[in-house]
């Protein structure tokens, strides 16, 4: 119901708003993406158990390299609609087997993160905020020694929200600095993400 109601206000902002300016522009940003693991680590480590018949530690990396590409469309002076594809490096993660037949056994696990969003950017000057929605993917793998190995993927959508700040090299070139915070990655409510990154924008 939330991402309905969020969607319907994006929408009717673009349709209220008068329009005053009409300008396109693309860009690339990369930054450092960190996703809240602690339900992947638990359901991990507990289907590892229940397999291995013995305890086992875990860890997970908690950040890791993204970068995005998108395109934006101004449709007032203040107001810009903006869909974007972005894509983190892998997550990496370590078991080790403690007890049992098993004991001794290390495994790694790597998790990637892609997706697609849509938001609606509103600029204060050069600073803007922005809220719209995600519709993205975790790719799950974990390996064992002798090239054995167990995949997964989820899929879903959620909620995203953020601030920034957009600065002018040139008429046509401009830097982005921003935040973003996406809920429910892969429409998992307690796998959330926050994004810190900068970026450059061409204005057509």
Same mark, same amino acid.
């Given at each position: 119901m939330k991402t309905k109601l969020l969607a319907s206000a994006v929408l009717a902002?673009?349709?209220v708003a008068p329009v005053q300016a009409q300008q396109t522009y693309i860009g690339l940003d990369l930054g450092v993406a960190s996703v809240d693991r602690d339900k992947e680590l638990k359901e991990t480590l507990r289907f590892l158990r229940d397999e291995a018949e013995g305890d086992v530690s875990g860890k997970?990396?908690? *950040?890791?390299? @993204?970068?995005?590409?998108?395109? *934006?469309?101004? @449709?007032?002076d203040n107001l810009a609609l903006e869909a974007g594809y972005f894509k983190t490096g892998s997550y990496d993660g370590t078991y080790r087997v403690l007890s049992g037949d098993f004991a001794g056994l290390r495994l790694r696990s790597s998790v990637e993160v892609s997706g697609f969003d849509i938001s609606a950017n509103y600029f204060f000057g050069d600073f803007y905020i922005?809220?719209?929605?995600?519709?993205?993917?975790?790719?799950?793998?974990?390996?064992?020694?002798?090239?054995i190995s167990i995949s997964n993927d989820e899929s879903g959508t959620g909620f995203l929200l953020g601030a920034g700040y957009q600065g002018a090299l040139t008429d046509q070139v401009g830097y982005r600095l921003s935040y973003t915070y996406m809920d429910s990655i892969a429409g998992e409510s307690d796998v959330n993400s926050s994004i810190f990154a900068a970026g450059l924008i061409y204005k057509f």
């Open positions: 902002a673009l349709f997970l990396d908690q *950040g890791s390299s @993204v970068f995005r590409i998108h395109v *934006g469309h101004f @449709v007032t922005k809220g719209g929605l995600h519709s993205s993917k975790i790719d799950f793998e974990i390996k064992a020694p002798g090239g």
